[in-house]
Nanobody
Framework: QVQLVESGGGLVQSGGSLRLSCAASGTIFSLRAMAWYRQAPGKQRELVALITSVGSTVYGDSVKGRFTISRDNGKNTVALQMNSLKPEDTAVYYC????????WGQGTQVTVSS
């Protein structure tokens, strides 16, 4: 059974940084693409960043140059380093793994104050 557990959210001032982490279990992690999504109140869930099994990355336009996704296959984790945070980055952030179907973590709240 695939399980994803996010951590690292919190409250930060505008311009600050946070690092999110997602620990995966129940699958051969190194073979799976991993992604971070976010959902703000009243808005649709949107892609923040994706990393393939070979380390290629894709970023949403609003976070390019500020966020960095990375993975550690030895620890079965994927991280999202978020710098220069803005109030509009406030959302619940979710980790996703795709393997036949999409698996989601429980989400972690990120709040950026102005």
């Amino acid at each position: 059974q695939v399980q994803l557990v996010e951590s690292g959210g919190g409250l930060v001032q505008s311009g600050g940084s946070l690092r999110l982490s997602c620990a995966a279990s129940g699958t051969i992690f190194s073979l799976r693409a991993m992604a971070w999504y976010r959902q703000a109140p009243g808005k649709q869930r949107e892609l923040v960043a994706l990393i393939t099994s070979v380390g290629s990355t894709v970023y949403g336009d609003s976070v390019k140059g500020r966020f960095t996704i990375s993975r550690d296959n030895g620890k079965n984790t994927v991280a999202l380093q978020m710098n220069s945070l803005k109030p509009e980055d406030t959302a619940v952030y979710y980790c996703k793994l795709s393997w036949g179907r999409d698996y989601w973590g429980q989400g972690t709240q990120v709040t950026v104050s102005s």
